[in-house]
């Protein structure tokens, strides 16, 4: 027997304004075919002025929360991934406890950019394996257009807003890979590749700062470190690629998703993409591909699931989990 953190609902959220990428030919050397044919993006939401990440956050736990069939009260934690927090502090995930309603149990961010839900998803089933809480929602939640420099067209035309939720739930398994929920997780970094990508400013050099890339650095590193570290997780969890029925990537570009699906040996309909809709999403973009997946009626209970994700730092990671 062994615990096991197994997916009991899943929801998310976007802001109402949608923008496509002909918007950007107007005030940018660029046009929807460079943004499309590089990228695969089409269109991406953004959020309204005032609205917050830990607003789209508390919108996601809830439908995530309707779709378990739960009650705020009935959560142990709150973790969320993010890179663009409401405030320095306190934590977006405190402030989605307090709009959900939640007075007690804990709650805490998670920061570890595009990886971050992936990180989260290893926190919270630690969590649970260890019998310290036994509900945890875990929400991926990104305004990255307050970090945009509107100028530079390599990198504004790429990244969107949003927020996606699971709720996982311990539940015991036979200790097989047999089991539902989180089977194994492979998590990297390394600070070596820090100015890849990363954010001009922050509270100690004292600016808010934007979004930095050397995009087609971190495309190579992509390429090579997202099929390792599904590779990794899958091994630990004693099974190989042929067991997979869904591939659920961080939603960068279209290139990298359909370069890693090679080297795992999963045709492009066993993969979740949703990339065109959303842009990058940051952590908020595996939750988001979840919960659409479900929604289109992709992911059925039983399903091998491998996500996987990189992003600044490096960092990268994966984790196996059967749905
Ligand atoms: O989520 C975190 C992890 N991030 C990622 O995974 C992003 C990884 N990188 C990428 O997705 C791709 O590298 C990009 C989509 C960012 C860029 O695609 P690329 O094929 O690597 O293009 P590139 O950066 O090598 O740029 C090619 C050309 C350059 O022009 P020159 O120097 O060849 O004359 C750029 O200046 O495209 C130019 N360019 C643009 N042209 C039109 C860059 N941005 C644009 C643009 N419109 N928006």
């Given amino acids: 027997m062994k615990l096991r953190a197994v997916v009991r609902g899943v929801g998310h959220y976007l802001p109402a304004r949608v923008v496509p990428n002909s918007e950007f030919e107007a005030s940018l050397d660029t046009t929807d075919e460079w943004i499309r044919s590089r990228s695969g993006i089409e269109r991406r939401h953004f959020a309204a002025e005032g609205e917050t990440t830990s607003d789209m956050a508390a919108a996601?736990?809830?439908?995530?929360?309707?779709?378990?069939?739960?009650?705020?009260?009935?959560i142990d934690a709150v973790i969320v991934a993010t890179s663009t927090a409401d405030l320095t502090f306190p934590s977006a995930a405190t402030m989605v406890q307090d709009k959900l309603g939640m007075t007690s149990?804990?709650?805490?961010?998670?920061?570890?950019?595009?990886?971050?839900?992936?990180?989260?998803?290893?926190?919270?089933?630690?969590?649970?394996?260890?019998?310290?809480?036994?509900?945890?929602?875990?929400i991926g939640a990104e305004t990255f257009s307050r970090?945009?420099?509107w100028t530079d067209r390599s990198t504004c035309?790429?990244?969107?807003?949003?927020?996606?939720?699971?709720?996982?739930?311990?539940?015991?398994?036979?200790?097989?890979?047999?089991?539902?929920?989180?089977?194994?997780?492979?998590?990297?970094?390394?600070?070596?590749?820090?100015?890849?990508?990363?954010?001009?400013g922050g509270v100690s050099t004292q600016n808010t700062g934007y979004?930095?890339?050397?995009?087609?650095?971190?495309?190579?590193?992509?390429?090579?470190?997202?099929?390792e570290t599904a590779t990794r997780a899958l091994d630990k969890a004693g099974l190989g690629h042929d067991d997979l029925?869904?591939?659920?990537?961080?939603?960068?570009?279209?290139?990298?998703?359909?370069?890693?699906?090679?080297?795992?040996?999963?045709?492009?309909?066993?993969?979740v993409v949703t990339v065109q809709d959303h842009g990058n999403t940051s952590a908020a973009s595996i939750p988001l591909a979840?919960?659409?997946?479900?929604?289109?009626?992709?992911?059925?209970?039983?399903?091998?699931?491998?996500?996987?994700?990189?992003?600044?730092?490096?960092?990268?990671?994966?984790?196996?989990?059967r749905w």
């Avoid at 992936?118 to 036994?134: D, R």
């Avoid at 996982?168 to 047999?178: D, K, M, V």
């Avoid at 290139?255 to 492009?268: D, H, N």
Wanted: proline share 1%.
């Fill in 290 to 321: 979840l919960s659409v997946a479900k929604s289109r009626g992709q992911l059925r209970e039983g399903d091998l699931i491998v996500t996987e994700a990189i992003g600044g730092g490096l960092a990268w990671g994966a984790v196996v989990l």
């Fill in 211 to 227: 979004l930095r890339m050397q995009g087609n650095q971190v495309f190579r590193h992509a390429v090579v470190k997202l099929a």
């Fill in 60 to 74: 996601a736990a809830r439908a995530a929360l309707a779709d378990a069939e739960l009650r705020a009260d009935q």
């Fill in 147 to 149: 970090i945009m420099d």
């Fill in 105 to 138: 149990g804990f709650a805490f961010d998670v920061q570890a950019v595009c990886a971050g839900f992936v990180f989260a998803l290893a926190q919270a089933n630690a969590l649970i394996v260890s019998e310290q809480a036994s509900r945890v929602i875990v």
């Fill in 157 to 200: 035309v790429l990244f969107g807003d949003g927020a996606g939720a699971v709720v996982l739930e311990a539940r015991q398994g036979t200790g097989t890979s047999h089991d539902r929920g989180i089977l194994s997780s492979d998590l990297n970094s390394d600070g070596r590749y820090r100015d890849l990508l990363y954010v001009d």
């Fill in 245 to 271: 029925d869904w591939i659920v990537p961080h939603q960068a570009n279209i290139r990298i998703i359909e370069g890693t699906a090679k080297k795992l040996g999963l045709p492009m309909d066993k993969v």
